[in-house]
Structure formats: C-alpha cells, structure tokens
T-cell receptor
Framework: SQQGEEDPQALSIQEGENATMNCSYK?????LQWYRQNSGRGLVHLIL?????REKHSGRLRVTLDTSKKSSSLLITASRAADTASYFC????????????FGQGTELSVKP | KAGVTQTPRYLIKTRGQQVTLSCSPI?????VSWYQQTPGQGLQFLFE???????NKGNFPGRFSGRQFSNSRSEMNVSTLELGDSALYLC????????????FGNGTRLTVT
C-alpha cells in the first residue's frame, strides 16, 4: 500500500496564483522528497527535506514538514502554465535510500 | 552529463512472453532503482541494486527480476507476462549514499496484449 496520501488529487488554478499540495504519511521517515512528472515522462526531483528540518525553499517552491502530524506541504508561488504537471511526495525510510514510497500524486493544471 | 537512459521507449508484448528492459544510469551513480507506474496502483517500488547487489526489494512476484552489471547498467526482466503488467516502467539512479535524490529516466511503456 502507498505510504503517502496526497491532497487534493487534482487542482486547477490561474496563472499567477499559488498552489498548495499536501502529503500525509504513516510511519517514521528519514527524509521526504517532492517530484514533478510531466505527462508520460520521468519524474524530476524538486526538493528534499530531512526529518529534522521544518521548512525549505527552492526558488518559487516552499516545502514544510511536520513530523508530529506526519505531513508535508508543497507551495508553488506565482504559478505558471509550465508548472502544469503531476506532483508526488515520496518518503524514504532509514537505511533504504534507494527505495522511495510514493503518494498517489496531485494533478496540477495552471491555466494561462 | 548525460541523464538516465532507458531502452526501449515503447514495447508491445503478448501474454505469456517475457521482456527485458534496460537502464543506463548517470555516470558515477552506483544505485539503480526500478519502479512500476500504473493508473490504478500509482508508482510502486520494484527493486534497487547497488554495486551489482540487490539492496532493497518491493512486493512483486518472482516473475519480476533484475540485475546490475559492473558498469552500473541495469536490466529488469518480466517473465510470463500478464495483462496487468502493462505499465510505465521507470528506472532511477543515484550515487547510493546519503540523502541523494533520484534521477529518473523517461521510462519504458510496456503494453501486454
């Protein structure tokens, strides 16, 4: 079964608006990662946040991690049409660095 | 630096056949992982190889197998194909130590008829 559950499953916004996606997981993790996937292609790594970190930024991306609630959120600010893609959170257990457990993903549509 | 390369890009097979997919990781990466992506089950971990040894394994039947060569290139094999094996198979590589993000190839789209 999937470790992560994402919310919402689909999100449609206008260019310039912010997009927030949430991810919940079930057991203790080493780190949590966010990936983007354009239709039918491979995943692209966006950001990694370790279990002892609470917030990270990368360009227009902001990720938070709340280990007490076992949840994370990804915020994309000032969205662009090119941000249209599926976004996945993935959790990594200790000593299993190559094994990511993915959520079902959020399908983001940014309309120009 | 060249990215992760997967071949072939598309494949059509018949039930009962077997198939071999290939993955060339980024130069210097010693870990290769394989994932299956379907609309119903999402992204599921198959297995990971590091320095020619299987380091992690997912919950797939024995029909799914893999191996890694000394140059870190990896292959996965699916025997006795079933309709449900139709999926996008993704390979990812990483240095394999510490908190290294995965670098994915564009996948092999397998259709079983």
């Amino acid at each position: 079964s999937q470790q992560g559950e994402e919310d919402p499953q689909a999100l449609s916004i206008q260019e310039g608006e912010n997009a927030t996606m949430n991810c919940s997981y079930k057991t203790s993790i080493n780190n949590l990662q966010w990936y983007r996937q354009n239709s039918g292609r491979g995943l692209v790594h966006l950001i990694l946040i370790r279990s002892n970190e609470r917030e990270k930024h990368s360009g227009r991306l902001r990720v938070t991690l709340d280990t007490s609630k076992k949840s994370s959120s990804l915020l994309i600010t000032a969205s662009r049409a090119a941000d249209t893609a599926s976004y996945f959170c993935a959790t990594v257990f200790y000593n299993q660095g190559g094994k990511l457990i993915f959520g079902q993903g959020t399908e983001l549509s940014v309309k120009p | 630096k060249a990215g992760v390369t997967q071949t072939p890009r598309y494949l059509i097979k018949t039930r009962g056949q077997q198939v071999t997919l290939s993955c060339s990781p980024i130069s210097g990466h010693r870990s290769v992982s394989w994932y299956q992506q379907t609309p119903g089950q999402g992204l599921q971990f198959l297995f990971e190889y590091f320095s020619e040894t299987q380091r992690n394994k997912g919950n797939f039947p024995g029909r799914f197998s893999g191996r890694q060569f000394s140059n870190s290139r990896s292959e996965m094999n699916v025997s006795t194909l079933e309709l449900g094996d139709s999926a996008l198979y993704l390979c990812a590589s990483t240095r394999g130590q510490g908190d290294s993000p995965l670098h994915f190839g564009n996948g092999t789209r397998l259709t079983v008829t």
